[in-house]
Nanobody, 121 residues
Framework: QVQLVESGGGLVQPGGSLTLSCAAS????????VDWFRQAPGKQREPVSC???????HNPKFVKGRFTISRDDAKNTVFLQMDNLEPEDTAIYYC???????????????WGKGTLVTVSS
């Protein structure tokens, strides 16, 4: 049974940083693409970063280089380093896996339950 567990969310002030983790069991993350999505209150879920099987990453333009995705194969965990956070980054952050990076939710095979990030002073 595949399980993805996100952690690392919390309350941070604007301009601060957080690192989210996505730990997997029942699945080897280096064999799949791993996407981070987020859903802000009242908004649709949107992709924020993805790492391909080969380790190459992709971020949408609105991230502006503030988010960095990485993978630790020994820990079977993917990380999302988020810097210079803005109140608009407040959302539940989910990790998901699929055969390839995609912004389309049905393309993803497995989802975690999410971790809440709140950016506020």
């Amino acid at each position: 049974q595949v399980q993805l567990v996100e952690s690392g969310g919390g309350l941070v002030q604007p301009g601060g940083s957080l690192t989210l983790s996505c730990a997997a069991s029942g699945l080897t993350l280096r064999d799949v693409a791993v996407d981070w999505f987020r859903q802000a209150p009242g908004k649709q879920r949107e992709p924020v970063s993805c790492i391909y099987k080969n380790g190459i990453s992709h971020n949408p333009k609105f991230v502006k280089g503030r988010f960095t995705i990485s993978r630790d194969d020994a820990k079977n965990t993917v990380f999302l380093q988020m810097d210079n956070l803005e109140p608009e980054d407040t959302a539940i952050y989910y990790c998901a896996t699929g055969s390839y990076c995609s912004s389309v939710e049905p393309d993803m095979d497995h989802w975690g339950k999410g971790t809440l990030v709140t950016v506020s002073s």
